[in-house]
Nanobody, 122 residues
Framework: QVQLVESGGGLVQAGGSLRLSCAAA??????MAWFRQAPGKEREFVAT????????RYADSVKGRFTISRDNAKNTMFLQMNSLKPEDTAVYYC?????????????????WGQGTQVTVSS
């Protein structure tokens, strides 16, 4: 049974940092990603990473502040979030796809975690 379990969310002041983790169980994945969904908005792409970690892509809104990484030995992906802003407040979801290439498209991901809440206060 495939499972993706996020952790590390919480409440932080603007300018602060959080590190999200996504532990995968049941299989390994070539491409993984983070998405987020704010209240009343559609789920949006945040960052994606290839198996090797050499290929990454970021949404313009988080570029330079967030860093995606992974530890394949532990089958875990991370999102280091620095210089957080109130507009980063959302539920953050881990996603994984069976296909080999990274993607920004929500519809190309086959497995999803349950989400972890990130709240940034001003």
């Amino acid at each position: 049974q495939v499972q993706l379990v996020e952790s590390g969310g919480g409440l932080v002041q603007a300018g602060g940092s959080l590190r999200l983790s996504c532990a995968a169980a049941g299989r390994t994945f070539s491409a993984m990603a983070w998405f987020r969904q704010a209240p009343g908005k559609e789920r949006e792409f945040v960052a994606t990473i290839s198996w090797s970690g050499y290929a990454t892509r970021y949404a313009d809104s988080v570029k330079g502040r967030f860093t995606i990484s992974r530890d394949n030995a532990k089958n875990t992906m991370f999102l280091q979030m620095n210089s957080l802003k109130p507009e980063d407040t959302a539920v953050y979801y881990c996603a994984a796809r069976v296909g080999p290439t990274i993607s920004r498209a929500l519809g190309e991901y086959d497995y999803w975690g349950q989400g972890t809440q990130v709240t940034v206060s001003s």
